[in-house]
């Protein structure tokens, strides 16, 4: 490898060092690094939220070049007595940083560091993205090509700022010092780096497997399978919540306990997970009906079965938003009025860049009574929305706050074990349960199979460059992919009843 390690590279390796060896010298493995449409908004988003933050720095001008030849041109800009730089670029010993903003510091004509990012706070949580080791790591390079900080700072989005008529950009970001922080990882940061420079230049692939076998399987890098041959597709890294359990998935892995069926009786495991090994090695489902029985009689009629797409954009695009606060666009409603009636449906997709709040709350008021139960999967969510509206639309909040009251989550039914089925495989998720359950309902033939895609999709459809024909497209396909997530609610329901008969 003769490239430079950037600072993503760098926080690449923390999260998994095979993983990124395996990204920088096995180009055939490609196309398990291509980014999902969901964290290339991730990717755009960013990019936005730096964009929009430049504008704190008015005097700043940006490197657009790169490589050596950006280099150049930082150099010049500093040479010149420029206030404020963007994407000033260092390479050095092996490293390479592209900084987002260096500001000159006026008393001691040192530089000061700002890292922005598109959260709400600052990570300093341990492994893959963490700022302060993102920092120190461009502190060092920095120093390596004697640029002196004196401060560093991460900028990010200020999660108490509501947006009210046009956008205050000073408001809506906030810069916390991390200086002492930054100073006190250095010393290790640079260690790791010349670890990870070592390691990343060697041309025969490291043996063995990954650090990622350690963790549960939502912690896996993208080469996991590659490296780790040994771990069937379905193993002890899918058990409920071991991720959390680190000891115990460290003892299965350690005794080469991969599959379900290794996994030893004297291993101290939670009843969901030992319940997950009991109905895989059964190939049958756990099913308590009397429990199931007592949940769900004291629902009563009509039953709203409810969900909602949403879009939670870092820059608040309307007034009355926070930063990532839920935009619903879209909500699909099934009713059934009593036991014995078809479901009635009713769907709404807001079609304009414009807030949808209060379109969506009057079709609600319309169809949900004051009597009855309104169910959803996963309900902290949907009540979390209504909460929202009724912030925003106060001539609202009256029906708003009585349907908060009115929630119950079908998916206590499965958290609780009162059902659990073997191909679930350790999760409570709509659509896990759905095709168990009801098979003839399928997600995964839809053109939209998941929020994060409905969420982008919706964007892309209002967005002008967008055809009449793809536009028209994509909204038939957010209808049927929310359609089916209360429809499935339903049919769950109806499944449940019959084999409580």
Same mark, same amino acid.
């Given at each position: 490898m003769t490239r430079p390690i950037s600072k993503t590279n760098f926080l690449d390796f923390l999260f998994c060092s095979k993983n990124l060896w395996l990204k920088l010298h096995k180009p055939e493995l490609l196309e398990q690094f291509t980014l999902s449409d969901y964290e290339q908004h991730l990717v755009e988003e960013g990019n936005e939220v730096e964009s929009v933050a430049h504008n704190l720095f008015p005097n700043g001008i940006e490197v657009k070049s790169y490589g050596d030849e950006a280099c150049r041109e930082t150099t010049r800009l500093i040479a010149a007595g420029v206030s404020s730089i963007f994407q000033a670029t260092f390479i050095i010993d092996g490293f390479q940083v592209r900084s987002d903003v260096l500001v000159r510091n006026a008393e001691t004509g040192g530089w000061d560091l700002y890292e922005i990012k598109g959260t709400s706070a600052v990570n300093e949580s341990a492994g893959d993205r963490n700022h302060i080791d993102d920092l120190a790591f461009q502190a060092s390079v920095l120093r390596r090509s004697g640029v002196t900080v004196e401060k560093c700072y991460v900028m990010h989005l200020n999660n108490e700022y509501v947006r009210a008529g046009e956008l205050d950009i000073a408001e809506l970001f906030k810069s916390e010092d991390v200086t002492d922080k930054v100073r006190e990882r250095l010393p290790a940061v640079e260690t790791q780096m010349e670890v990870a420079r070592e390691y990343l230049t060697k041309d025969t692939e490291p043996k063995g %497997?990954?650090?990622?076998?350690? +963790?549960?399987?939502? %912690?896996?890098? #993208? #080469?996991?399978?590659?490296?780790?041959? /040994?771990?069937?597709?379905?193993? =002890?890294?899918? !058990?409920?919540?071991?991720? !959390?359990?680190? +000891? +115990?998935? /460290? #003892?299965? =892995?350690?005794?080469?306990?991969?599959?379900?069926?290794? =996994?030893?009786?004297?291993?101290? !495991? @939670?009843? #969901? /997970?030992r319940n997950q090994i009991t109905v895989h090695r059964r190939n049958a489902p756990i099913i308590d009906t009397d429990a199931i029985r007592a949940e769900l009689e004291p629902l009563s009629f009509p039953l709203y079965f409810l969900d909602y797409e949403t879009f939670s954009p870092a820059i608040p695009l309307f007034s009355g938003y926070r930063p990532f606060d839920k935009i619903p666009f879209q909500f699909s409603l099934h009713i059934l009025?009593? @036991?014995?009636?078809?479901?009635?449906? =009713?769907?709404? !997709?807001?079609?304009?860049q414009t807030d949808p709040s209060e379109a969506v709350v009057k079709i609600l008021e319309e169809h949900i009574l004051p009597e009855g139960t309104i169910i959803a999967w996963n309900k902290s969510f949907e009540m979390d929305v209504h909460k929202k509206l009724a912030a925003r639309l106060p001539d609202y909040r009256p029906f708003l706050e009585r349907t908060i009251a009115m929630f119950y989550d079908l998916k206590d039914v499965f958290h609780k074990q009162h059902y659990v089925h073997p191909e679930f495989k350790g999760s409570v998720s709509i659509k896990k349960v759905l095709p168990a359950l009801v098979p003839s309902l399928q997600y995964k033939e839809l053109g939209i199979h998941g929020g994060a895609q409905a969420s982008d999709a919706w964007w892309t459809m209002l967005s002008p460059s967008t055809s009449t024909m793809e536009r028209e497209l994509i909204a038939s396909d957010l209808k049927t992919y929310c359609k089916l997530d209360t429809y499935a609610m339903y049919a769950i329901w109806k499944h449940l009843q019959e084999i409580m008969l």
């Open positions: %497997g990954c650090e990622c076998i350690y +963790k549960g399987r939502s %912690g896996h890098c #993208t #080469t996991f399978k590659y490296s780790n041959p /040994q771990v069937p597709e379905y193993s =002890v890294h899918d !058990l409920s919540r071991i991720g !959390l359990s680190k +000891k +115990k998935l /460290q #003892t299965m =892995v350690e005794n080469k306990m991969f599959a379900l069926d290794d =996994v030893s009786e004297d291993i101290e !495991l @939670s009843d #969901t /997970q009025h009593d @036991s014995h009636s078809e479901s009635e449906h =009713v769907e709404y !997709l807001h079609m304009e």
